[in-house]
């Protein structure tokens, strides 16, 4: 979410009002909001990604869930339950889970959750023949391999995004991190972390400073 959307929601929570683009008057508002993620905020908020007031505002009743690869026991349950669920809507009954597929579930690291355990039994019984529920479990193994390449191309494309947002807040405040006009103001953020930033990034910070004339 980026800092100014933060902003703008936290002033929301806040004021518990809203005003339109072009009115001149707010609109008092009454919600209660439901916030999810797979993300570890406490994480964002050190690095500067997040805003810490707005996390204090979000975090009022917390319920932590932990991802289906750490709930191995679980695995069965749901197994069963979405069986029942997709069998009952296709007209198909099942009497068991192949041996081999079942441990597949388990050892599977599940990087979309229940939801990609969803769709996996939902395929299965469609394409299962006879009594018994089998899955391809080379499909299970390419989303694997994929996925961890795609993780790894994330996690590039975070680096270049913030590399670039931090290199325009530097371009603008021409080259300044602390005071009211520097780069970690308009960012947000405050200025020692915006400095552990730009070592990390590698970013060049003085050539963005201009020399004075003289």
Known sequence: MPQEIQIALLRVLQEREIQRVGA?????????????????????????????????RLNVVPIEMPPLRNRIADIPLLVEYFIERYGKRLGRKFKAVDARSLKAFQTYTWPGNVRELQNVIERAVILSEGETLAVDQTSLKRAQISNRGRTGTLSGALERQQREIIEVALAESRGRISGSEGAAAKLGLP??????????LRIEKYRFRVPHAG
């Open 24 to 56: 001149a008057k707010p609109i008092p508002v009454d919600v209660r909001v439901v916030a999810a993620t797979h993300r570890d905020l406490n994480v964002l908020v050190a690095e500067g990604q997040f805003r810490e007031d707005l996390l204090y």
């Open 191 to 200: 200025a020692q972390t915006l400095e552990s930033k730009i070592k990390r």
